[in-house]
């Protein structure tokens, strides 16, 4: 989902969370909704595989916004895990 559809059909870009999953670190179009979204009173969960998490130049932007960065990792099964950045 993009800022002018979350905008249509939510009506607003404040004061609401948004979670993105999947391939943080490769991809372009994460990369530029996070961009986006960190302009706007927008709370971001990134979620990923460890080895796919966000790059650290895009999280030192968002802690430079204002965001808190907390790495974790969740057990799913066995050896897979999830890191969440918020």
Request: charged letters at 25%; hydrophobic letters at 40%.
């Amino acid at each position: 989902m993009d800022a002018y559809t979350i905008m249509k059909e939510i009506g607003k870009l404040n004061d609401i969370t948004i979670t993105l999953v999947g391939d943080l670190k490769y991809g372009r179009t994460v990369h530029a909704l996070v961009e986006i979204f960190s302009l706007y009173d927008i709370g971001l969960r990134l979620v990923s595989p460890p080895v796919l998490r966000m790059p650290e130049n895009i999280v030192s932007t968002l802690k430079g916004r204002g965001y808190m960065c907390k790495r974790r990792t969740i057990w799913l099964r066995r050896r897979q895990s999830l890191t969440s950045c918020m």
